[in-house]
């Protein structure tokens, strides 16, 4: 299996990667509050822990048995969509509690999916097979042993639908990631999330996207007062 590090790393710079830049471009821009900084890090630290999540059964297997067995979690094999489930409610509780709106919840749950997702992905290159479709189909199935096939007049058809469906899962996948983190600001510009009931959150997302733009703080109150 890929070490940890990796798992985090093809998180952070292939799903995180529109948030990573949009952040990052306002931040240097001087455009982010406390505030944005803590919004930003939740995700990241959700990100980053479910990327890591099919793995975490070898922490304790680590401290009670002396191996690090990470497949199963009791009866359910933890690199499956069934297990998935649990980064994502895990996400929309957490999500809950910071936001306090069920939208934005949703869309944390869904943003921690695909980086569950990100993981089984990554095994699934480095490992060639996983219980995908657990309890629905129990054997190995691995998504990239079907786009790499040699031309053949037998199954031809088969095999063309497998890879499509193969690289179409990973399109899900990616589409998630975006939509997720447009959802919650995080698209290739950084928008501060706004509460549902004040203009002054309103006023504040103005003036830190004409801060973000290069525009001065008086120009930034005189578009406030056309507001």
């Known amino acids: ?26 931040a240097l821009g001087g455009g982010v509050s406390r505030r944005d900084w803590w919004h930003f890090l ?14 975490i059964p070898a922490v304790w297997n680590y401290f009670l048995y002396d191996n690090l067995e990470h497949g199963m979690a009791g009866p359910i094999p933890t690199h499956s ?20 709106h069920r939208d934005r919840a949703l869309a944390l749950g869904m943003f921690a999916e695909t980086a569950f997702l990100s993981h089984l992905l990554l095994d699934d290159i480095a490992e060639g097979g996983l219980t995908y479709l657990y309890p629905l189909h129990n054997e190995p199935m691995s998504l990239f042993s079907y786009v790499n096939v040699e031309f053949s007049g037998v199954n031809f058809l088969y095999y063309n639908l497998a890879g499509i469906v193969s ?61």
């Open 1 to 26: 299996m890929p070490y940890p590090v990796v798992h985090i790393m093809f998180f952070v710079f292939c799903i995180f990667l529109p948030g990573l830049y949009g952040f990052m471009q306002s």
């Open 81 to 100: 969509l069934v297990f998935g489930t649990v980064a994502f409610c895990g996400a929309f509780i957490v999500g809950l509690l910071a936001y306090r």
């Open 42 to 55: 939740l995700l990241l630290m959700v990100g980053a822990f479910c990327s890591l999540l099919p793995d």
């Open 167 to 227: 690289v179409f899962f990973i399109f899900c996948v990616l589409l998630m990631s975006l939509m997720s983190l447009h959802y919650l600001g995080f698209g290739f510009r950084y928008h501060p999330l706004q509460n549902g009931s004040g203009t002054n959150s309103g006023h504040s997302s103005v003036r830190s996207r004409c801060v973000s733009r290069g525009i001065q703080t008086s120009d930034a109150n005189a578009v406030e007062n056309i507001r």
